[in-house]
């Protein structure tokens, strides 16, 4: 199972320079496990950048993938992990989920750089 951090997903829609590296994952939605904090985070930043019609046809295609709620186990995974890593609330968030399923978690997310069952791609920054 496979979790795609908002950065792979925001790179994705963009088709930035590392978009293909995520596609191979994105495109399996069988096999893709998307955090609800991601859909919010996806949906707040497309909304900004776009419109509301891009924003919802963003959560569409996050929606092919198995939407995990917040639940109380992972709320209480991802408290541990935010105090054991210093991460902020959405990214302990993510990571939990990614653990909770088993997963490995697409990311440029420099935060999430070495840690288990973590695949961190570098961010690529067109001029």
Do not use: C
Not at 14 to 21: E, I, R, T, Y
């Amino acid at each position: 199972m496979n979790v795609v951090d908002s950065s792979g997903w925001l790179e994705y829609f963009a088709n930035g320079p590392q978009a293909a590296l995520f596609a191979k994952v994105l495109r399996r939605p069988d096999q893709l496990i998307v955090p609800v904090i991601s859909v919010y985070e996806v949906f707040k930043r497309v909304l900004q950048q776009r419109d509301e019609s891009a924003a919802l046809e963003a959560v569409a295609l996050m929606e092919q993938g198995r939407v995990v709620p917040l639940d109380t186990s992972i709320a209480m995974a991802a408290a541990k992990i935010s105090q054991d890593f210093k991460l902020a609330m959405a990214d302990s968030i993510i990571l939990a989920t990614t653990w909770e399923h088993s997963a490995i978690l697409w990311t440029q997310d420099i935060d999430f750089s070495g840690m288990a069952s973590v695949k961190y791609i570098e961010k690529v920054h067109s001029l």
